[in-house]
Each structure stands twice: as C-alpha cells, then as structure tokens.
C-alpha cells in the first residue's frame, strides 16, 4: 500500500505542476503583439504538449487515488468528512484542468479576449486547490467547518499577497 501512495503522491504532485504551468503560458501568449508570430506559435505548441502531459499525468494519479479509497478503505469510516470535501476539491481540480483546455482551445482561436492580468489570477487557483486537498489529507478534521474557518484565514492572507503582486506588477 505505501507504494501506491507514493506512486499517488508522485502523479499528483506532477500533475499540478502541469497545472501550475501551463496558465502561465497564457499569460505569455495574452502578452504578445501580433506581429510575434513565431513567438506565439512556439507557446501554442509548448501548452498543446504540456496540456497532453497533463492530461496523461491525471488518470494514473485519480486511478491510484480509487485504489486507496475503494480498496485500502482510506477514508472511509464516520470519521471520514475530511474525504468528502478532499473529494470534492478533486472534482474542482478536474473542472480546472477542462477549463485549461477550453482556454488553450480558444488561445489557439484567435478567441480569447482574456487578459494577462486575468490568466495571472487563473494561474493562482490550483495553488489554492493543492493547499487546501494537501492540508485536509495531513490534519484529516472531524469537524471540517471549524477546518474551513482555519483555511479562510489562510485564504484571505493569499488572495491579499496575491492581490498585492497584482498591483505592483500593473506599476512596473
């Protein structure tokens, strides 16, 4: 079993840091002029290959995953509220990464009036995501309203860093 968390844990990590990447390759193509053709091509292709990467990384990530919970019972029990909302934190993620390829879908259109400050934003979700799916599975809360109290502070010192990066890059 400690093979297939590792394993779990190996794919997971990997496929986030797709996730963490390839919005950023948006923000560089929403920054381009449109004379920089190649440029752009170049960044079109890097996200349609990190996008199929991705994408490869998830399904041995999530199959893992069932196994833990389905066969190993991790999770399961009336102490297992912390599973319910991981799991639904995970749905989040996969709505996540299909909405990276509707983005990458448009990018490739010539559709997207997105706009690098907004993709900059966009880049910071599964960062949000991860913290949250990693902080319910170490502290595993009986009482997830008091753990999301606790994440709200967490939430609110992020988005305001975040916010704070924001305002300084629009001076530079």
């Given at each position: 079993?400690l093979?297939?968390?590792?394993?779990?844990?190996?794919f997971?990590?990997?496929?986030f840091?797709?996730l963490?990447?390839?919005?950023?390759?948006?923000?560089?193509?929403?920054?381009l002029?449109e004379?920089?053709?190649?440029?752009r091509?170049r960044?079109?292709?890097?996200s349609d290959?990190?996008?199929?990467?991705?994408?490869?990384?998830m399904?041995?990530?999530l199959?893992?995953g069932?196994?833990?919970?389905?066969?190993?019972?991790?999770g399961?029990?009336?102490q297992?509220?912390?599973?319910?909302?991981?799991?639904?934190?995970?749905?989040?993620?996969?709505?996540y990464h299909?909405q990276c390829?509707?983005?990458?879908?448009?990018?490739?259109?010539?559709?997207?009036k997105?706009?690098?400050?907004?993709?900059?934003?966009?880049?910071?979700?599964?960062?949000?995501l991860?913290?949250?799916?990693?902080?319910l599975?170490?502290?595993?809360?009986?009482?997830?309203?008091?753990?999301?109290?606790q994440?709200?502070?967490?939430?609110?010192?992020?988005?305001?860093?975040?916010?704070?990066m924001?305002?300084?890059f629009k001076k530079?």
């Amino acid at each position: 079993m400690l093979w297939i968390k590792t394993l779990h844990i190996v794919f997971i990590a990997s496929w986030f840091a797709g996730l963490f990447y390839l919005p950023r390759i948006f923000v560089n193509l929403a920054m381009l002029d449109e004379n920089e053709r190649a440029t752009r091509e170049r960044l079109l292709l890097m996200s349609d290959k990190l996008m199929r990467f991705t994408t490869l990384l998830m399904v041995p990530a999530l199959a893992l995953g069932l196994v833990l919970w389905l066969y190993y019972g991790i999770g399961q029990g009336e102490q297992a509220s912390w599973m319910h909302a991981k799991l639904t934190l995970v749905a989040i993620t996969i709505g996540y990464h299909h909405q990276c390829a509707r983005e990458l879908k448009a990018l490739h259109a010539g559709n997207s009036k997105k706009s690098h400050v907004w993709y900059r934003l966009f880049n910071e979700v599964p960062v949000l995501l991860m913290l949250f799916i990693v902080a319910l599975v170490i502290h595993k809360p009986d009482g997830v309203l008091t753990f999301l109290g606790q994440m709200t502070l967490v939430l609110v010192l992020f988005v305001s860093l975040v916010l704070l990066m924001v305002r300084r890059f629009k001076k530079t």
